[in-house]
């Protein structure tokens, strides 16, 4: 860590009634020590495990957890630390207050101001390890994610309930570092990112459609890591089970000319385009306008299909074209031909290729294997990381390749 890193950053330490609450005395503390100015809000249960009393000497101010507490203003201090804050950190998040603000609950100081902030949002999970691994948990994380928050998973070791597994909160030090990064400089700051994500539907009839298995996944958190990194986003999505990320404009779209349409529409001033969609190359030439009925003599259908648009490709050759065009190439076989194929004939600076006959990475998977294939450089794996991580790691290659840009300039 280096010192004094986040002097002068407003950070929001939440803390709730786990007996990992302790930690939260020492996270203050590392905060403090480098210079952040920290606001500690506590549940009440938090209050059985740790004294206001040593959180508000640590943190040198009074410890709030009452919204409509007699010394607030006017009842609305939650507005007024959610749009202050530069980050908000719930540590020890326990299984009830993570299933609360999965809800949009708001029944307490915390849950309120959480749920007003626009700052980033980081949890660190405490509890019983049986607990931890609960579906409904499980499945509350991975909402929170979807709706933009950080996790910082907990660690395995001995618990207070006797038990050994996973479900310690991770130590202070690692979440300081978290932070750290989290609000270090914005490279991008200034800078318009446009990505699309998710299928495309081309009708048939007014009732059946042609897609494919593209969950967003990839897409959104190529532009959650966009975000965090201070870009100005315009997320341009097909239909998916995807919260829109908070902070960034979304555009939602059904068919390819739709998503082609809302490109083009944010070509204007834009320095980062990412194609992570999955496009259907194909739509029907005639949609039918009453639902296609199957009858007794007939065995089979035909459709005629027509070729959609080439979004990357009409990006690239585009005369508003950003400074850097990155594409995905979703491959069963000949991965770096068919990347490096596309990379030329799309005019792309960047392939980010993948095997998507792997049925543990790629579609509706938490995970992917990539390979980035560019103009200037040799190839690049990432092998079996979550989808979160790869979209800081794909940012950061777009971090690169533009300081190379303004260097050659």
Known sequence: ??????QNKFIIVGITGGIAAYKAAYLVRALKKQGADVQVIMTESAKSFITELTMQALSGHPVLSDTLAPQSNSGIE????????????????????LARMRAGMANDLLTAIVL?????????????????????????????????????NPEI?????????????????????????????KPLL??????????????????????NYSSGKMGYAIADAAKNLGAEVVLISGPVNLAPPMSITTVKITSAQEMLDAVENNLEDCDIFISSAAVADFRCKNIACQ????????????VDLIKNPDILATVGHHQKR????????????????NALKKL???????????????????????????????????????LNTSKKELGYHIINHCIVYMNGLNHND
């Open 78 to 97: 939650h507005i007024e630390l959610a749009t202050k804050a530069d980050a908000i950190i719930v540590a020890p998040a326990t299984a009830n207050t």
């Open 190 to 211: 200034g800078k318009k990112v446009v990505i699309t994500a998710g299928p495309t539907r081309e009708a048939i009839d007014p009732v059946r459609y042609i897609s």
């Open 322 to 337: 950003p400074k850097l065009v990155i594409g995905f190439a979703a491959e069963t076989q000949n991965i770096e031909e």
């Open 291 to 302: 639902k296609i009925k199957k009858t007794s003599d007939t065995d089979s259908m035909t």
């Open 157 to 185: 070791g001995f618990q207070a309930c006797g038990a050994t597994g996973p479900g310690r909160m991770a130590e202070p030090e690692q979440i300081v570092d978290f932070l750290n990064k989290l609000l270090s400089e």
């Open 1 to 6: 860590m280096n010192a004094m890193s986040l």
């Open 116 to 152: 007003a902030a626009t700052c980033p949002i980081t949890v660190a999970p405490a509890m019983n390890e049986n607990m931890w691994k609960n579906p409904i948990t499980q499945d509350n994380l991975k909402a929170l994610v979807n709706y933009g928050f950080n996790v910082i």
């Open 344 to 382: 030329s004939t799309k005019n792309a600076d960047m392939i980010i290729a993948n095997d998507v006959s792997d049925k543990s990475i790629g579609f509706n998977s938490e995970n992917n294997s990539i390979t980035i294939y560019s103009r200037d450089s040799n190839p690049v794996n990432y």
